[in-house]
């Protein structure tokens, strides 16, 4: 998700932007511009590539816009859920971009049917919209204030209104959302590696609840809703989500995977010959796992560059077939050798059993797996697409149970305690996945109930 004001070529750039943020969604791109008369929207399903395949941002006219790429966690993988969401309404045409998952969906739809709402998509992001749309009296930014009490769950949201961008955090901060300056335009992205591609410097990360309004030529700050007290960033961000070259808490997260690596190493060490990673998003752990063990690192998995996110693929089937097409073995490498295999988590299980069985079909003697975090017991309900309860092999299989299982000669997950070590002590986190502590406190929502909530609107 990206924001630009007050630049000439705002969409050429919120494009660019979501270049650095494909690894975010992979199912749909879109851009919104404003140019102070109307709203210009370019949006479709595929990669970013492919939706601007033409390179022609002529359509994309005037110095503010908003851009996003879709992973779906509710409402499906429909083309009518592309974003940014457009609506018009009475006070002027708005564009919304949202990253995370409300929990309270399925209730918020039903009261905004009761009103009237007819809805043109299946995603939650679109009750904001709704929300803001029936608002009466006040301009753009008291409805958006007052319409955010009513969300539960994640949004860091950005919204374009006639030529003024919104940027704002639920009251956890679940999702990151930084802001940049940009010569005489200001720039707010998911995360600083979009900053970096748009030539823009990273000044802060949103605070949670925090509100900015960029008109007038600059940002003003507001109290979008009220903050939680803790707060609850995403932890599995800086675990696999976020881009090793984005930045949290004044260090970039690649720091932040080396350092799981060597607390795994100091928890869990092996007796073995080679670390190997699986590429990409381990290779920093398994680094540190090799510093800290005093093993070296060998890249005895290649990884296919032109296949996406196995995590975020949709579906199954899709899941299992891209793991092939993904990863294949340097024999050379692994034959007859102990390995450490290193990687960033396990969540079916399925993924990793097949991972495995490519490094033992190429020869290795011994696999001794790690997991840079703890054992995924607990559905997310934020943002973070993961199956119920009961499919997640944690829940399934006790240690020796899933030893077995991957067909390993030992396996550990870093315990919380080193998770926490591990990352910037000066963030509160979300550690629900994991700990099953559900920082709103409301009714868990798994991510299956909630895209039927979604769908149901
Ligand atoms: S439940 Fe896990 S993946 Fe979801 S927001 Fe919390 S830490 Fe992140």
Known sequence: MVAVYNHPEAGRLAALGLFALQHRGQESAGVATHDGERLYLHKGPGLVSEVFAGNDWSGLRGNVAIGHVRYSTAGGTAPYNAQPLRANYRGGEMAVAHNGNLTNAEELARLLEANGAIFQS???SELLVHLIAQNRGGDFQDALVKSLPKLHGAYSTVLLHNNEIFAVKDPFGFRPLCLGRLGEGWVVASESCALDIMGATFLRELKPGEGICLRNGGPEKFQAVEAASPAAACVFELIYYSRPDSHAAGKSIYQYRVRLGEELAREAPATADVVVPVPDSSN??????????????????????????????????ARVERVKMKFNPVRELLQGKRVVLVDDSVVRGTTARKIVGLVRDAGAREV????????????????????????????????????KHFGVESLAFISMDGLMRAVPPTMQYCTTCFTGRYPDGRPRVSNTSAKKAAAAT
Request: with cysteine; aromatic share 8%.
């Open 122 to 124: 299946t995603t939650d």
């Open 284 to 317: 920093p752990a398994a680094m540190g796992y090799a510093r800290q063990s005093g093993i070296p690192l060998e890249m005895g998995l290649m990884r296919s560059h032109y296949i996406g996110r196995t995590f975020i693929t949709p579906g199954q089937g």
């Open 368 to 403: 001794h797996f790690r997991i840079t975090a703890p054992p995924w017991r607990h559905p997310c309900c934020y943002g973070i697409d993961t199956p119920d309860e009961e499919l997640l092999i944690a829940n399934r299989m006790d240690p020796e149970e899933m030893r």
